[in-house]
């Protein structure tokens, strides 16, 4: 009896410890501003947009289109571009400042580097910081009549919580391996006694 109330207290007292399951993750409703970057550093054009307006930009080389967790660059047909940098500010993926964005996918179709070869660009074209700023070059690259870039956001997984059934399976061990060291005890103190 007092065992079955130690280990009911026991699991009551580690169900409080759990975090509570965030919500999904999304980035639509989130403010951002996208800038297009020629050059070095100057700002060819800003436009400020809510996530979920699709597109949310349009120049005469991409449309940005964001929906929850994709922010994906659909080209205007056969295009080079020189020193172009789109950024995109306000992409915080789990609302949450204190919780770093991370890329977890990029993807691209004909869209290639100016180089011997023509070589596709990658995710070392890409960077999100912490703050949720994306950064994506396009710098001296050509594309195709139906390229585009693809870069899937994400957080990063949390660390593993045992289920609660796992969690009462550890506490039961532990209380059936105590009970069992008692009674070695109490049966030790008898046969000496």
């Known amino acids: 009896m007092f065992v079955t109330k130690t280990i009911s207290v026991l699991l009551a007292a580690a169900a409080t410890l759990l975090p509570a399951v965030?919500?999904?993750?999304?980035?639509?409703?989130?403010?951002?501003?996208i800038k297009r970057i020629q050059?070095?550093?100057?700002?060819?054009?800003?436009?400020?947009?809510t996530v979920g307006d699709s597109p949310e930009y349009i120049d005469n080389f991409f449309a940005?289109?964001?929906?929850?967790?994709?922010?994906?660059?659909?080209?205007f047909?056969?295009?080079s571009l020189g020193q172009i940098v789109y950024t995109i500010d306000g992409l915080d993926f789990d609302d949450n400042?204190?919780?770093?964005?991370?890329?977890?996918e990029f993807f691209s179709k004909q869209i290639f580097r100016q180089a011997t070869g023509f070589p596709p660009i990658d995710s070392s074209n890409v960077t999100i910081s912490p703050s949720g700023q994306?950064?994506?070059?396009?710098?001296?690259?050509?594309?195709?009549?139906?390229?585009?870039?693809?870069?899937?956001?994400?957080?990063?997984?949390?660390?593993?919580?045992?289920?609660?059934?796992?969690?009462?399976?550890?506490i039961g061990g532990f209380g059936l391996a105590g009970s069992a060291a008692r009674r070695r005890t109490t049966r030790a103190a008898r046969v000496l006694a």
């Open 22 to 33: 965030p919500a999904s993750a999304t980035l639509i409703g989130d403010s951002i501003v």
């Open 39 to 49: 050059g070095v550093d100057t700002v060819f054009k800003t436009v400020a947009a």
């Open 64 to 75: 940005i289109d964001i929906t929850e967790n994709e922010v994906r660059f659909d080209t």
């Open 77 to 79: 047909g056969n295009l």
């Open 97 to 104: 400042p204190a919780t770093p964005n991370i890329v977890t």
């Open 134 to 170: 994306l950064r994506v070059s396009f710098a001296n690259t050509v594309t195709g009549a139906d390229g585009f870039a693809s870069v899937t956001l994400g957080a990063p997984s949390p660390a593993a919580v045992p289920e609660p059934a796992t969690w009462a399976m550890m």
